[in-house]
């Protein structure tokens, strides 16, 4: 494969300059922040003395620290649900055949592309007096929690699912064979060698999760301690940005870091999840 | 189902003992080896089937019928039948939302999908050294909160921010302007957004899926006298079909659901110029107090993307099958 | 009471094709079976029936007395070698041999004496168990798929060409091993393989099958002496026994163009349309004096010199194939011609209608 030395170099250019830019806005909000409210910020605002000051004004004004708590226990609830749920749902369509399930399964699959837009408006409604139980849940974090797991494993159960196909099947007879049950042979056989399948699903769902506006904007704007990092941070740049733009663009790195943090450690899960699924698609 | 087993194993009078077993099967299930999970299979859907019912599918059916009726989340419901539906073909604003839409999609799927193949296509001649290091940065939009990319794009777009710093700096004093106030330039300059938010994705995509095209075609092609721009034609683009296909449902899909970007940027201003459908939902729900207009306007919503996203796919599907 | 027995089974799929046509077969207790054929054949079909990893149309199968047709495979006390393993991947050769003891609640002791000897029988060393079987290599991951059969003291084995997976030099070796084995643990044996030597040097019966049939079954030389029809003489036998189809001409001789085959008394009795077979070992290079059919003219097509023997596939008349074996290593060159003749005693005669043999000779 010969290319060019010119070729290669600008090749690499190319990709160097889109990587740079993929990375550049959340570099500028970095700098931004980066300054102190006092400082004349213009342009590309390069911080020549960095000071955290206007991160710690965001952190407390922005009571981020409720906020994050909400973000986390929201997310890692989803998380651990759909989880759960969709190692059954992906089982069941992945390795066994029952009624119904080519016309049940392609209604999971309709969950993946679902819009929140789309449910929102009676969540609201219902939540406020929930029918048979005639409590509300707005405000709370079920008022989160309960529809994202809904959604989530719709994508859960055609993640699951593909694994689950993808193991030989003569390794569930052999199992069948020795004398496992249904859920021996996913318990004592398939679960444990699912465990990549499950990380990538769990790291995409949290992110997922985590970063969702819509709902938390309907669901639980009407309580500060139930507030999502993300809707508090929308609330924090509606109200403070013409005043100080340092102390915004810090609360909004301070959003961002857990995930970027999470990302930059588990890296290859995502990158597995985004790419398999083109593949599985 | 278990009735209907017992009844074929006995023998019907007149026949010799034992001949009901040799009798056809008549059970009308697949024909399961012995022991296979059979409908206990809906032991295990039913949790997710659960949670994805009530709070889905449920609340989906739920919006359809609030769409039937007049109502402002307070007082009582009036029934109107399809009036909102036939209101909302004639909404100018809803309509102008629609194409807003349209544009969006063109930046968050059209252009990264070709720029992720034309880079594509300069790659495939030599092997990427350190790719995980590109990818890492190429991946990140993806992942940053839609909150977090509107605080940045408005710094980037502002009066004194970074894009207009650079344009007066290189002497393009003249393009200057309030990029997200403009009549003009807002729903473009949302469209940039979102080419930034999904370009990595496709460049990504395409990439990957390019190493797993066995590297002899391209050697056949090669040895069979193409060029670059054939071997492009001929076979990345083939090959990358899978991946496109992929791209093109994801994109669509975020540029159809930018709520979050629009919300906290422009919020449909300046004068609805980048008025979206989701935006328009939600002011008629939560601003304008017109809730059954609302979940019409959800609903129509939802059946675009659904006709969307199955569209590129029966398009995909046909053909790979031509 | 590890007799199986197979009464009509039948298996026939959604779209109408016959994999398992009617089958009937008794294996002894103790027996080694091997059930041979060509790919498509059905004999894959028919041993996961018997294993319960299939649904049974019609028919039924018995394993000793009971009838198993509708029985979930773990109650069928029978133990399977897959083609793959089917190896645990995350445990342990020793949670892998022990798994099926584990679940029906053997103590551990038991469990753990039972694994250790079972180990010792199939010669993988004490090191090993501890391992998971993504570190072993192919043969000791056969010897454990083995292994995990042997624990559980089954009724039946039943092996899928487990063998398949081997080069050929472990293949043969491990042949004897399994043959050796299962004398020593007695334990009735269905064995598929699609290899005929395999199943001739492994079998105390072998059944041929095709499409969904057996062809024939019986002990390997007598599949081999006396096949009852041509499928099941041209399978069994390498190289493969020559057949030629030949119709009555004048006198006892039967002919194909120029070709003329004299066969004695017998040829009053047999129908116009034959087909004859001739095993390679029959067929010789022309000796005047030899108590040979012929001479024969042959073009020769190819020469496989193994050595021992020599192969030379001949071609009479432009289109009657023959394999002649000649001793020792011999040149020959493509192309040239050569006299051969036939052993009148051994040759197989076919009806040329329904395929089916009638006498040898």
Same mark, same amino acid.
């Given at each position: ?24 806005p959340i570099?500028?909000i970095?700098?931004l922040a ?20 206007s991160f710690k004004a965001a952190w407390t004004e922005g009571h981020f620290a409720t906020g994050f708590k909400s973000s986390f226990i929201v997310a890692a609830t989803v998380t651990?649900v759909s ?31 679902f819009p929140y837009e789309a449910t929102v408006i009676p969540l609201y409604y219902d939540f406020q ?7 509300n849940l707005l405000n709370t974090y079920w008022a989160l929690i309960l529809p994202q797991i809904g959604q989530s ?51 995409l769902v949290f992110v997922y999760t985590w970063n969702e506006f819509l709902l938390a904007l309907v669901l639980v704007s009407g309580s500060e301690s139930h507030q999502t990092a993300p809707l508090g941070l929308s609330f924090f740049a509606g109200a403070a940005r013409a005043g100080d733009p340092t102390k915004v663009a810090a609360a909004a790195v301070l959003v961002a870091m857990p995930i970027v943090f999470v990302y ?18 | ?54 709070f889905t599918?449920?609340p989906?059916?739920? =919006? ?9 989340g ?67 939009p993806q992942l940053i909160a839609g909150v977090v990319v509107a605080q940045a794009w408005t710094w ?24 997200l ?9 949302l469209?940039?957004i979102? =080419?930034?938010v ?17 590297? =002899? ?37 975020n540029?159809l659901r930018s709520f979050d970007i629009v919300y906290n940027t422009t919020a449909g201003g300046?004068?609805?110029?980048t008025?979206v459908p989701s935006m328009y939902m939600y002011q008629n729900a939560f601003l304008?107090?017109?809730v059954?207009?609302a979940?019409?306007?959800a =609903? ?23 | ?75 069928? $006390? ?48 004490? %090191? ?106 041209? /399978? ?15 006198? $006892? ?42 001479? /024969? $003219? ?23 194939? /023959? ?9 020959? %060159? ?15 005669? /076919? ?11």
């Open positions: 494969m010969t290319a060019g030395r010119l070729e290669r170099i600008g090749s690499y250019g190319v990709l160097a300059a889109f990587a740079f830019l993929a990375i550049y570099l500028s970095l700098f980066l300054h102190t409210k006092t400082d004349l910020v213009t342009g590309f605002a390069f911080p020549l003395h960095p000071d955290l000051s651990a989880a759960v749920l969709s190692i059954g749902t992906g089982y069941a369509f992945g390795t066994m055949r029952f009624f119904g399930d080519s016309i049940l399964f392609p209604i999971f699959l309709l969950g993946i592309i007096d929930v029918p048979l139980l005639h409590i494993v719709a994508f859960g159960t055609f993640w699951m699912r593909a694994f689950f196909r993808s193991v030989p099947p003569s390794l569930v007879e052999a199992a069948r064979i020795d004398g496992a049950s249904s859920f021996g042979v996913l318990w004592r056989v398939l679960v444990p060698q699912a465990r990549p399948a499950v990380m990538t699903l769990s790291v930059l450690f588990l890296q290859r899960h995502f990158v597995r999840g985004m790419l398999a699924g083109a593949l599985k698609e | 189902m278990a009735a209907v087993g017992s009844t074929a194993d006995e023998a019907a009078p007149g026949e010799t003992p034992g001949a009901a077993s040799r009798r056809p099967s008549r059970r009308r299930d697949r024909a399961l080896a012995p022991g296979v999970p059979r409908n206990i299979g809906w032991l295990y859907v039913l949790p997710g089937l659960l949670f994805y019912g009530l599918l449920a989906m059916i739920h =919006t359809v019928y609030y769409s039937l009726f007049s109502w402002d307070l007082t009582g419901k009036t029934w109107v039948g399809i009036a909102n539906y036939s209101e909302a073909i004639r909404d100018h604003d809803l309509i102008w939302s629609f194409i807003h839409s349209g544009v969006l999609i063109v930046f968050y799927a059209v252009i990264p999908v070709v720029l992720g193949l034309l880079l594509t296509a300069a790659l495939t001649r030599f092997v990427v050294r350190g790719f995980r290091f590109f990818r890492t940065a190429l991946f990140l980037i777009y502002a009066d004194d921010g970074p894009l207009n710093e650079f344009l007066r700096l290189v002497g393009l004093d003249s393009w200057v302007r309030p990029w106030g403009d009549f003009t330039w807002a729903l473009p300059s469209g940039v979102g =080419t930034w999904t370009y990595g994705l496709c460049m990504v995509l395409f990439i990957s899926g390019v190493q797993k095209i066995p590297a =002899t075609l391209y050697e056949a092609a090669r040895v069979d006298g193409a060029g670059p721009l054939r071997e492009f034609f001929i076979v990345t683009l083939p090959g990358l079909r899978g991946e496109i296909l992929v791209a093109l449902v994801l994109t669509t899909i540029a300046p004068g609805g110029t008025l304008y107090n017109r059954g207009y979940a019409a306007v =609903t129509i919503l939802a059946v675009v993307i659904f006709v969307l996203a199955g569209l590129v796919l029966r398009v995909g599907d046909r053909s790979e099958a031509a | 009471m590890g007799e199986i027995r197979l009464d009509a089974a039948t298996k026939v799929y959604a779209n109408g094709v016959r994999a398992v046509d009617s089958v009937e077969l008794t294996i002894a207790d103790g027996e080694f079976m091997v059930l041979v054929g060509p790919s498509g054949c059905g004999k894959s079909t028919l041993l996961r029936m018997i294993a319960g990893l299939e649904h049974v149309t019609e028919g039924r199968i018995l394993i000793g007395d009971t009838d198993v047709t509708s029985m979930q495979p773990r109650l069928r $006390d029978i133990a399977m070698v897959f083609q793959d393993y089917a190896l645990y991947p995350q445990m342990t050769v020793r949670e892998n041999l022990g798994f099926a003891l584990k679940l029906r609640r053997v103590p551990k002791q038991q469990r753990e004496a039972r694994v250790v000897e079972v180990a010792k029988i199939l010669g993988l060393d004490e %090191t090993l168990l501890d391992r998971k079987p993504g570190l072993l290599s192919g043969g000791q991951r056969q010897r454990v798929a083995m292994g995990r059969a042997v624990v559980r003291q089954p009724a039946a084995f039943l092996m899928d060409e487990p063998l398949s997976n081997l080069d050929a030099k472990l293949r043969a070796q491990t042949r004897g091993e399994i043959k050796r084995l299962q004398r020593t643990v007695n334990t009735t044996t269905v064995y598929v393989t699609h290899d005929q030597v395999e199943a001739m040097t492994m079998g105390d019966r072998i059944a041929v099958m095709s499409d969904g049939r057996i062809e024939q079954v019986g002990a390997p030389d007598t599949v081999y002496s006396r096949p009852a029809n041509t499928f099941v003489a041209a /399978f069994i036998g390498s190289p493969a026994m020559a057949l030629v189809e030949m119709s009555r001409a004048e006198g $006892d001789t039967f002919a194909r163009g120029g070709l003329r085959f004299p066969l004695g008394d017998i040829a009053a009795s047999l129908p116009e349309e034959i087909v004859v077979g001739v095993r390679p070992e029959l067929c010789r290079l022309w000796a005047d004096g030899a108590d040979l059919v012929g001479p /024969f $003219d042959g073009t020769i097509d190819y020469v496989e010199s193994l050595g021992r023997e020599t192969f030379i596939g001949v071609t009479v008349e432009g289109d009657a194939g /023959f394999v002649i074996e000649a001793e020792g290593s011999l040149r020959a %060159t493509i192309g040239e011609t050569v006299s051969f003749g036939v052993a009148r005693r051994g040759i197989h005669l /076919f009806d040329g209608g329904t395929r089916a043999a009638i006498a040898t000779l």
